[in-house]
């Protein structure tokens, strides 16, 4: 089976990409061991300090952070790095050529639990005469790549350089990510659908709409049955759309005021919207197309609606 390293010297893919690309994966490499080994790892429990986010660290998110951030570092390739765990842009080399946007562990709060939890990048170029967070301030449709790694049964990385989505898989006989669909597809339809709906009450009424008609199912106007699923790990959730289709939806709420939006645009909802446009799939907040919004901050949040395109078009014709 193809390898990761052999699949991107062998599509045309600028080799400094790849060389980012291969430490990217080696990062995902690292992780997956250290979540495999769980409490024999000593990387389960909570910290004493909270993120940038105001969250609570888990032992792991910090562990992951430092990993991810020591590597890219090393990297002269990279030019700075952002990170949910960091408060500000870390400059790395001023003549590098890229910018890393990350979520060092997705669903952290999966990770006591056994269940499932990921890494998160996006790739942007970086700029010439602009450093810091001016910077990392391109839309989504900038990015050079956009990938994840999920920790599970098996270790997988999904990825995209702007021609289709590719999924590989870890192999622990040797360490390597081999290929396994190179041509990854999101089903237009679907019966299923992930959100958390013990914030139904906070929801803007196009949502709880949306929502309300789907679960009526078959008796009511949409004629059919749908399927409930929530993972509380992006990741998760976003890799169950590209794998079988659905609709993953966080959308905008007024449990907190002050943070009306749970995702973060620059290293979640970015670079999963690419991967899913990129599998025929739509990504959209529900007013606007995901990887057309101009970033104001390197932590913005957003709401998110994506996955199946038909289905995507259905609860947003509910917003209009």
């Known amino acids: 089976m193809q390898t990761l390293t052999d699949f991107l010297s062998s599509n045309g893919i600028d080799a400094d990409l790849q060389q980012l690309l291969s430490t990217l994966a080696e990062c995902g490499v690292e992780i997956s061991e250290l979540v495999r080994g769980?409490?024999?790892?000593?990387?389960?429990?909570?910290?004493?300090?909270?993120?940038?986010?105001?969250?609570?660290?888990?032992?792991?998110?910090v562990i992951a952070n430092d990993l991810i951030k020591a590597k890219l570092a090393a990297q002269p390739l990279v030019n700075a790095l952002a990170s949910e765990e960091e408060d500000y842009v870390v400059a790395c080399h001023s003549d590098g050529k890229f910018?890393?946007?990350?979520?060092?562990?997705?669903g952290s709060s999966n990770i006591d639990i056994n269940s499932l939890v990921g890494t998160i990048f996006s790739v942007l170029p970086a700029q010439n005469g602009i450093e810091g967070e001016a910077a990392f301030m391109q839309p989504g449709r900038n990015q050079l790549a956009a990938c994840y790694m999920l920790y599970g049964p098996a270790t997988v990385l999904a990825l995209s350089t702007g021609n289709g989505t590719i999924m590989f898989t870890l192999d622990p006989r040797d360490g390597q990510f081999k290929l396994v669909d190179e041509?990854?597809?999101v089903p237009a339809d679907t019966a299923e659908f992930a959100i958390n709906t013990s914030n139904q009450r906070f929801w803007q009424p196009a949502m709880q709409s949306y929502i309300a008609d789907l679960l009526v199912g078959k008796e009511g106007k949409r004629e059919k049955n749908f399927n409930m699923r929530w993972i509380a790990a992006m990741v998760g959730d976003v890799h169950r759309v590209?794998?079988?289709?659905?609709?993953?939806?966080?959308p905008q709420d007024s449990k907190n005021v002050a943070k009306p939006f749970k995702l973060r645009l620059m290293y979640e909802a970015n670079?999963?919207?690419?991967?899913?446009?990129?599998?025929?799939?739509?990504?959209?907040?529900?007013?606007?197309?995901?990887?057309?919004?101009?970033?104001?901050?390197i932590h913005q949040r957003v709401a998110v609606i994506l996955g199946s395109a038909n289905e995507v078009e259905t609860c947003l014709e509910?917003?209009?």
């Open 318 to 320: 509910y917003h209009k």
């Open 242 to 250: 590209l794998s079988r289709g659905g609709i993953f939806m966080y």
């Open 38 to 61: 769980g409490a024999l790892a000593g990387v389960l429990g909570a910290t004493e300090s909270e993120n940038v986010q105001g969250e609570t660290q888990k032992k792991l998110d």
């Open 271 to 297: 670079p999963m919207a690419m991967l899913v446009e990129q599998a025929g799939g739509i990504a959209s907040t529900g007013y606007e197309t995901i990887m057309d919004i101009q970033p104001t901050d």
């Open 183 to 185: 041509a990854v597809t």
């Open 99 to 106: 910018l890393v946007s990350f979520d060092p562990l997705d």
